[in-house]
Every structure is written in structure tokens, then in C-alpha cells.
């Protein structure tokens, strides 16, 4: 009879429908992991201020007014900043993050073998840490509880679904905190490409 209970028990927790966002990339204010530079780039609303704010990336000649190295689209990484033109040239944008600009932020795109185009693939912002209890909160209420570690006033949260992850890491007494998405896939597979260049370069 037990074992009856629990087959139908186990059998019942199958049936429960997944949160929607159990399998889908996480996205930044709605802006997913994933999503192509193309697509990124014609179709995107700048989450950043001022209004106005477009995507400047490696691969544009206004990249060196924002401090970043040029980079061919053939380039295994693309890296992006949202930015704005003055009287005096290119200058960064500040990302929002939890309604209050940032500090410093980059989106990276990458294609992996059979893809055509790069996909976005890591969010990375810096922001005030006084910020990142209230954009914990905000996030736990989207994706649900994160995983926590404390230790000498550094706190790790990680959310993570099948797809991707979030990293909000904060110091005690620092000014700033982090928080990073991260596409798995390509993190991944950018991880093993990585080693692969170092074991060659180690090889007499």
C-alpha cells in the first residue's frame, strides 16, 4: 500500500506543470540570454540611460571612445556597451538596474559551431550594493529562491535553471555589487576552448 502511495505520488509531482521559466534563458528587464547580435541590435530598447542610448560594439569604430579593443565579427567574442553621442564623442551609457543607473556594465555574444550568428551569451552590470538586497528580492520573485552562501560579509546568490544562470555577489562595506547572467551552453563550451588554446600553447 505504501509503495502504491508513493508511485502515485511520484507520478502526480510529473504531472505538475514546470515554472515557464524553468527551461528558458533568464532575461535582463526583458532582454533574454540568447538572443542574436542581429536581432539584439536591430530590434533592441536600450536599457540605460540617457533616452536615446544605442548598442556600441567591438566591432564598431566608436568602440575605442568607449575604452574597448575593435574586434572583426569573426571574433570567437563580441562585446557590447550601451552608449550615447556628445558634443565631445562617444561616450558610456549607465545600465539600469533595479530603477538606478549602474556603474558599468557588458553584454558578450558568441556563435558556437553550427550557429551563424553570435548569441548573447553573458550580462554582466556593476551597481550600487545598497541596491542588491531590494534586486534579490525582485529577482527571487521572478525566478524563485537563489542559492546563498555567506562567508566573512561575502554573499553569493545564484539562481539557475536548465538554460542559464545569475550571480549576484556583494562584499560587506564594498560600494559596488555585481550581478552576472550567464548563457550555460556557451559558457561552457567558450570554457573548454579556453583550455584547449592554453594545453596548445604549453605544448613544446
Known sequence: ???????????????????????????????????????????????????????????????????????????????????????EGWRPSQAVVDCAPSYDHVLRF??????????LYRMSFVFDARLASDFADALASKYGASRLKREHGYTRRVWENAAS???????????????????KDHEAWLARLTEQWRAAADTP
Do not use: Q
Not at 69 to 85: F, M, N, P, T, Y
Not at 165 to 182: D, F, H, P, Q
Open 165 to 183: 544562470s545569475i550571480t549576484l555577489e556583494a562584499n560587506e562595506g564594498a560600494a559596488s555589487a555585481r550581478v552576472i547572467y550567464r548563457l
Open 1 to 87: 500500500m505504501k509503495i502504491a502511495l508513493r508511485r502515485v505520488a511520484v507520478i502526480a509531482m510529473m504531472l505538475v506543470p514546470l515554472p515557464a521559466h524553468a527551461d528558458k534563458p533568464y532575461a535582463f528587464r526583458g532582454l533574454p540570454l540568447g538572443v542574436t547580435l542581429d536581432d539584439f541590435r536591430s530590434h533592441e530598447h536600450a536599457r540605460a540611460l540617457p533616452a536615446g542610448s544605442v548598442a556600441v560594439c567591438t566591432t564598431d569604430p566608436e568602440a575605442n571612445s568607449l575604452g574597448m579593443e575593435l574586434s572583426g565579427a569573426d571574433s570567437v567574442s563580441i562585446a557590447c556597451k550601451w552608449a550615447h553621442r556628445t558634443e
Open 110 to 119: 558568441a556563435a558556437m559551431p553550427g550557429e551563424s550568428e553570435p548569441r
